[in-house]
């Protein structure tokens, strides 16, 4: 099993900028992608970005040049969302998740808000 724990969200101003982190521990050397999705008040939840295990990154057009993902090659126990010229439309619960090839795995969500 894999074990996501998300932190770093917070109330922000528009223009502003957060990184989350991802802390995982247990069966890492399953995953085959991770990623992060978010989900606002009365919204599905819906994808923000994906790297897979060879650094291949996937940004959901709504956050392309604003937002990164990355990960800590070196031991592969953190993944990162940097997150710039943040709006308040990014206001949401993000979720770290990790795919494998027999099932999905999800943090509890950090909160984001975008407010002035």
């Known amino acids: 099993q894999v074990q996501l724990v998300e932190s770093g969200g917070g109330l922000v101003q528009p223009g502003g900028s957060l990184r989350l982190s991802c802390a995982v521990t247990?069966?890492?050397?399953?995953?085959?992608?991770m990623g992060w999705y978010r989900q606002a008040p009365g919204k599905q939840r819906e994808l923000v970005a994906t790297?897979?295990?060879?650094?291949?990154?996937?940004y959901a057009d709504s956050v392309k040049g604003r937002f990164t993902i990355s990960r800590d090659n070196a031991k592969r126990t953190v993944m990162f969302l940097q997150m710039n010229s943040l709006k308040p439309e990014d206001t949401a619960v993000y979720y770290c998740?990790?795919?494998?090839?027999?099932?999905?795995?999800w943090g509890q969500g950090t909160q984001v808000t975008v407010s002035s």
């Open positions: 998740h990790a795919g494998q090839p027999t099932r999905d795995s």
């Open positions: 247990g069966r890492i050397f399953s995953i085959n992608i």
């Open positions: 790297i897979t295990t060879s650094d291949i990154t996937n």
